[in-house]
């Protein structure tokens, strides 16, 4: 097996220190290759970047037409908070509003991953609760799963609790590829995480996108998780985050969610093609720079979205005094990489 090629390199002063290697996929709605760098066929865990898959599950058990969730709240479900008010006393309020607490979330406590939200827990002395955890929101959705299938939701992040089977279900359906239990870990929030091929999660973002080859209930539901998404751009991740700067800047035209060890995934939607990208040692900068590079050579930009990809694109590395000591940068030979169907 071949090495992925180098996709991004980190600086130290001015020398090479790290090299990135990655895989990346861009695939249309009836599975052809748009353009590819690296192993293709290689199974990966996609982690968070497949949250807006997961969150299929609100629509196929019918928590969506039962009224259980808003626009807002569909956000949060595909969401990678970062705990901050805005998005604990929203997953809080979404609780309440099932019935439930805090308490009944099984995905563990967490420091915020936003300095200042870390800030005001330490200065009222409190700790952390299952509300700061970045994936608090896709629980709350699950646990709408459960209410809507009326069953007792203890124990839902089993890999045989019918919510995951609602969500697994789900995203085999949008991939066009099964989800086995010889290519299962679990999520660090606790539920399970499938491995499958890099572009088989690439093409079902392309379904999603399209509605292509999707029953008409997963196709309408697909857009209105992307929807939210665009619309919700701050309860995907928080301030500053690559995801919350680069659903804002794009608006309508991308659906974009990172996943840890390096993932990116999502959707170019205007021209209907799903991508994605995986960093081969994990590094969630090189995947962002990398991620920029793709975006850059196959998305339609503007000056505000230019202005994002440039940022990631060119990373400065701060040490503990907010002293810039290198970058994180796209490798000089990225665009060389492509292969590329004909004519695009």
């Avoid at 709240?73 to 998005?87: D, I, N, P, R």
């Avoid at 949008?174 to 491995?195: K, M, Q």
């Avoid at 301030?239 to 996943?259: I, W």
Wanted: net charge negative; glycine share 10%; charged share 20%.
């Amino acid at each position: 097996m071949s090495a992925n090629p180098v996709l991004a390199e980190a600086s130290r002063g001015n020398s090479v220190e790290n090299r990135h290697r990655g895989a990346a996929a861009i695939v249309d709605a009836s599975g052809t290759i748009i353009a590819s760098i690296g192993d293709l066929n290689r199974p990966i865990f996609p982690r968070s970047a497949v949250k807006s898959m997961q969150a299929l599950a609100i629509f196929t058990s019918g928590a969506w037409d039962q009224g259980l969730l808003d626009q807002r709240e569909l956000a949060l479900a595909c969401a990678s908070h970062h705990g901050e008010a805005v998005h604990t006393e929203a997953v809080g309020a979404l609780l309440a509003k099932l019935g439930l607490s805090e308490n009944d979330l099984e995905c563990g406590a967490h420091q915020p991953t936003n300095a200042a939200a870390r800030r005001t827990l330490r200065e009222k002395a409190e700790a952390p609760t299952q509300l700061h955890n970045n994936c608090s929101g896709k629980h709350a959705g699950m646990l709408a799963v459960a209410r809507a299938l009326g069953i007792d939701p203890r124990g839902y992040v089993g890999i045989d609790h019918p919510v995951q089977q609602e969500v697994r279900n789900a995203i085999e359906a949008v991939i066009g590829e099964p989800l086995t239990v010889d290519r299962c870990g679990t999520d660090g929030c606790s539920i399970p995480t499938f491995a499958a091929p890099l572009k088989s999660f690439a093409y079902g973002f392309a379904r999603m996108a399209t509605g292509e080859g999707l029953e008409p209930r997963l196709a309408e539901a697909s857009q209105m998780l992307f929807d939210a998404a665009a619309a919700h751009p701050h309860l995907i991740a928080g301030t500053d985050h690559a995801d919350t700067r680069l659903l804002g800047g794009f608006g309508n035209k991308l659906m974009q969610k990172s996943g840890a060890e390096g993932v990116q995934c999502g959707a170019l939607r205007a021209k209907g093609w799903g991508y994605a990208l995986k960093c081969d040692d994990g590094n969630l900068p090189a995947s962002f720079a990398m991620l920029a590079g793709l975006l850059e050579a196959h998305a339609d930009l503007g000056e505000a979205q230019a202005e994002v990809l440039r940022d990631l694109k060119h990373q400065t590395l701060r040490n503990v005094r907010g002293i810039a000591v290198g970058e994180m940068r796209l490798a000089e030979t990225f665009s060389s990489q492509w292969e590329t169907r004909d004519g695009v």
